[in-house]
């Protein structure tokens, strides 16, 4: 009689347990759900990840003021447009009004940071702990509210539902001069202090532009993470199917409105969070930058980064971020181009042109944004010298 035990063992070894095991030579053949839902589930992606990381905190010492002022701006305008990627990327609803809950939040920190005793709302609260927190969560509340409608609209009606709003809240502010100090005045904007140390000036930490610069990409990362971990969960399971079929979406359990009104207050605390730091930076908030051009700039970084990705939505903020600096340097370039608002045309004027004309441009060619180009450019050199 033949055994067999020395053939069935090592058949038996192959066998796939419920515990994760590295299989030497396959990245990207995985044992478990573990490995499968893993944030970085590849040890490229964990190096190269990494090294972006270590990278742009280099940058904090080898840029000058003026560039890293810039980007620092770019990361934070990141984080508003994940938030908008939240809702109108992974869950599905349309929303033209995120300057509205940007403004909220912009507000809501100057009127904490600000003095008690000055011209304009204030009650002398500068730790940056105190006030991002609560510029996020009034946005939210802000954004809760208007969720609800949500429930009843979808698409284009609900697009100008939200459109209403940015100009609902153009005027309120412009009119509340105790809060915003009115057009062409503004007020002091939000001060980022921490545990009594002054962020926004030259101290032990490095210049203002290099402490910006680190507070931003940190608190960047943390809001990046934050929102792939939520798009990986039970939560961002649900936006999808929402998403892609509502009607399916109710049928096999998922609470519409639930989940409509999460999305909304989630992606308005990102604005209003992104609102109370963007203006850190320049020191001064004015009701007359909350118009439709900001919102119109948000879904410019969304559409050309890539809908639905995180990482599309941070290389679509930094790609119209980096771009502005080359308009507003046209009129040195092109003489016809003013840089006088009052004169046509004029290169506010340009950019809102070209916003429209990128988003066109890509929706036609490459609907999946940078990210999508990316993909391309990955999956050609992983099957390189082959064409399939």
């Known amino acids: 009689m033949t055994d067999t035990r020395s053939a069935a063992a090592p058949a038996a070894a192959d066998i796939p347990t419920g515990r994760s ?50 980007l620092a701006g770019a990361y934070v305008l990141a984080i508003g447009a994940i938030g908008l990627n939240i ?7 349309v929303s033209l ?3 509205f809950f940007v403004a909220i939040g912009a507000y809501t920190a100057a009127a904490l940071s600000g003095p008690v005793d000055g011209d304009r709302l204030g009650y002398g609260i500068a730790e940056i702990w105190i006030w991002l927190p609560a510029a996020g969560l009034v946005a939210a509340a802000a954004g809760v509210l208007v969720a609800p409608l ?19 809240g153009e005027h309120v502010f412009k009119e509340w001069q105790e809060l915003t100090g009115g057009p062409g005045v503004g007020r002091e904007a939000a001060i980022p202090q921490l545990f009594g140390t002054r962020l926004d000036q030259d101290g032990p930490l490095g210049t203002k532009e290099q402490t910006l610069y680190v507070l931003m990409l940190v608190l960047l990362i943390v809001f990046a993470v934050a929102a792939r971990n939520l798009a990986r969960s039970r939560i961002g399971r649900a936006f999808a199917a929402i998403r892609d079929r ?23 605390f990102y604005a209003g969070c992104a609102g109370g730091l963007l203006y850190t930076i320049s020191g001064y908030v004015e009701p007359g930058s909350f118009s439709l051009l900001m919102s119109v700039q948000f879904i410019a970084m969304v559409l050309i980064g890539g ?17 502005q600096p080359l308009t507003r340097s046209l009129p040195s370039l092109v ?31 490459e609907p999946r944004g940078l990210f999508g180009l990316w993909i391309r450019i990955r999956n050609y050199w992983k099957s390189w010298p082959f064409s399939y």
Do not use: C
């Not at 044992?31 to 905190?57: C, I, N, P």
């Not at 809702?87 to 609803?93: H, L, N, P, R």
């Not at 949500?150 to 609902?168: I, K, Q, S, W």
């Not at 045309?345 to 429209?356: D, R």
């Open 21 to 70: 095991r590295k299989v030497r030579g396959r990245p990207l053949l995985y044992t478990s759900y573990a490995q499968d839902m893993a944030l970085l589930d590849t040890r490229a992606k964990r190096v190269w990840t990494g090294v972006l990381v270590l990278l742009a905190f280099a940058l904090a010492v080898l840029l000058q003021d003026r560039s890293l002022e810039v």
């Open 87 to 93: 809702v109108t990327g992974y869950a599905g609803q």
């Open 97 to 99: 009004g995120h300057a």
């Open 150 to 168: 949500a429930t009843r609209l979808r698409g284009l009606y609900l697009a100008v539902v939200t459109l209403g709003l940015v100009f609902l």
């Open 246 to 268: 509502d009607i399916a979406a109710e049928v096999i359990g998922v609470p519409l409105t639930r989940y409509k009104v999460l999305a909304f207050g989630i992606s308005s």
């Open 307 to 323: 809908v639905a990705t995180v990482s599309g939505a941070i290389a679509g903020a930094l790609f119209i971020s980096l771009l």
């Open 335 to 365: 003489p016809f181009v003013s840089g006088d608002t009052t004169q046509t045309p004029n290169v506010f004027q340009v950019e809102t042109v070209l916003y429209g004309l990128l988003i066109v441009l890509f929706l036609i060619f």
